[in-house]
């Protein structure tokens, strides 16, 4: 099982949002939001395309590089802006299970057993190093409130059930879903028994 999160209370020029891009794949877009929508309809199509041409649904891997590589060729033409976009991919494949892919405006693209995008990204990464030292194993409940837990110390507030989203993908069902409010409040609520 792999997550991302992201927080709705940034400022108004960079926007995050989570979308669906197949049954089984999401994308987490932050930075312009014209630009997200842009590159999650093309990701959609490219991978309608795919399942029609193959018949099986698009890997995770394969749409971050086209991701990737279709960021990249904006970085080749004068007469071309970059996508203003970091896109991570999430997403189950049959063959290697869940993955999570970061995708960057310049065409680079890497797997991730955890990461974080846009404001404090960094101080967000190392808060997940640290809780994944040693290649532990965490259930569920624990991933999804050890990511919650990431935001909340870098951007040092808590936050009601409305103000964040979390997308997940599970290995018993494989489908890429966000979590309900309700889902929400109860992991923070478990968060603030614990500490």
Not at 77 to 99: C, I, S, T
Not at 180 to 186: A, G, R, V
Request: proline share 2%.
């Amino acid at each position: 099982m792999w997550f991302w999160l992201q927080d709705k209370l940034l400022d108004d020029t960079s926007i995050t949002h989570l979308f669906s891009i197949t049954k089984y794949t999401g994308l987490l877009a932050t930075g312009l939001t014209a630009d997200a929508r842009s590159l999650v309809s093309q990701a959609r199509n490219e991978a309608a395309e795919f399942r029609k041409k193959w018949g099986y649904e698009m890997p995770v891997d394969v749409l971050a590089k086209w991701i990737a590589d279709k960021a990249q060729i904006y970085t080749q033409h004068a007469y071309m802006r970059p996508l203003g976009v970091v896109a991570m991919v999430l997403g189950y494949d049959e063959e290697k299970n869940a993955q999570l892919f970061k995708c960057d405006p310049a065409g680079h693209f890497f797997g991730h057993k955890a990461t974080s995008a846009g404001l404090k990204e960094q101080e967000a990464i190392n808060f997940l190093e640290k809780k994944m030292k040693d290649s532990p194993q965490f259930s569920y409940d624990e991933t999804v409130q050890i990511a919650i837990s990431a935001l909340q110390s870098v951007l040092q507030e808590d936050f009601k059930a409305t103000e964040i989203e979390v997308g997940v993908v599970r290995k018993e069902d494989r489908v890429f879903r966000s979590l309900t409010t309700e889902e929400i409040d109860q992991h923070l609520t478990a968060i603030s028994e614990r500490d």
